[in-house]
């Protein structure tokens, strides 16, 4: 019954933690203080999914809640790309399970034994890459990586939240701030 009790509660505690891993990288010779307006670019000749045009609108909101300006891409100081990509993996979890004579309160002397037992899970690992690119030369200079499991939801508005609470996580150090 203990036993119980404390897998249930570290499942309530695991299943609190987002898996949601954010990294971000960027070139701290370039001048961000430059930058005032923003285009965001998509491949060519590729169909828009509606998962990118969620992407393109939070991206979109979480810049202009920054200070920066959406215009096309003759007039952007800088352009946002992002690229998607879903892997799947693979996860083995070591348990431990008790074997021995139950229930020891009867009499029983034999000890209990604590087992091993291997349990691999497969999962989808979905990631989001946000570049931020000079538009002489397309160069990058800020780049943002989340990684999280794929998640299934019911409704739109459901992926919708979800979308923006990446990107606004992403986005967080965009601008960097400068360092003395």
Not at 51 to 74: H, L, N, Y
Not at 77 to 93: A, E, G, N, S, W
Not at 126 to 153: C, E, M, Q, Y
């Amino acid at each position: 019954m203990l036993l119980r009790l404390l897998l249930a509660t570290l499942f309530l505690i695991l299943g609190g933690c987002s898996s949601l891993n954010v990294q971000t990288d960027y070139n701290p010779g370039y001048d961000f203080s430059k930058l005032k307006r923003f285009a965001v670019i998509y491949p060519k000749n590729e169909a828009i999914t509606l998962t990118q045009e969620r992407i393109a609108k939070a991206v979109t909101d979480e810049m202009a809640s920054k200070g920066f300006v959406e215009t096309d891409k003759a007039h952007a100081d800088f352009y946002i790309v992002f690229h998607l990509d879903v892997t799947t993996r693979k996860q083995v979890v070591t348990d431990y399970q008790a074997v021995g004579l139950y229930p020891y309160y009867y009499g029983y002397r034999t000890p209990i034994v604590m087992v091993p037992v291997e349990r691999e899970y497969t999962y989808e690992e979905a990631k989001i890459i946000i570049d931020a690119l000079d538009p002489h030369g397309n160069n990058i200079f800020w780049r943002g990586v989340a990684t999280d499991r794929l998640h299934s939801f019911k409704t739109p508005n459901e992926r919708m939240k979800y979308i923006r609470e990446v990107v606004k996580e992403v986005m967080k150090s965009f601008p960097p701030k400068k360092r003395h």
